[in-house]
């Protein structure tokens, strides 16, 4: 935990806060024992059923219906942060300005050659 750099664009863990990590209160502590014997028990009747070998039914995982239902209809779910809208402009926005730039300089410095007549011009049919 003292190397723990924190990214940029993210926030601290909860699990990784020594003040979140450390200084837990009984009640607390006793709240996530719970939670975690839940789940627990969860997860041994799934594998039971899951390794029944006199299973008819198909047995589901309700995390991975839920995965694939998020998948399948992602703007449902999705959050506007800082982050995702700094990348849709990096990759959505940026790329169409660059393009417009460099093909109009080209432009723009070619209509100058032919201008001055420094440029020789040859018969093409593709250009």
Do not use: C
Not at 9 to 15: D, F, I, M, N, S
Request: hydrophobic fraction near 35%; glycine fraction near 2%; proline fraction near 6%.
């Amino acid at each position: 935990m003292a190397d723990y750099r924190e990214a940029p664009l993210a926030t601290r863990p909860k699990t990784l806060d020594p003040n979140e990590y450390f200084n837990v209160s009984v009640d607390q502590r006793r709240a996530e024992e719970s939670r975690a014997a839940l789940q627990a028990n969860l997860k041994r009747e799934y594998q039971m059923q899951l390794n029944n070998p006199h299973r008819k039914e198909l047995v589901e995982d309700p995390a991975l219906t839920r995965w694939v239902h998020a998948r399948a209809s992602p703007y449902n779910y999705f959050r506007p942060t800082l982050k995702t809208s700094l990348l849709g402009a990096m990759f959505g926005v940026v790329p169409l300005f660059a393009l417009y730039f460099i093909f109009r300089t080209d432009r723009d410095r070619k209509e100058a050659q032919i201008k001055d007549g420094t440029m020789k011009r040859t018969f093409s049919l593709s250009s």
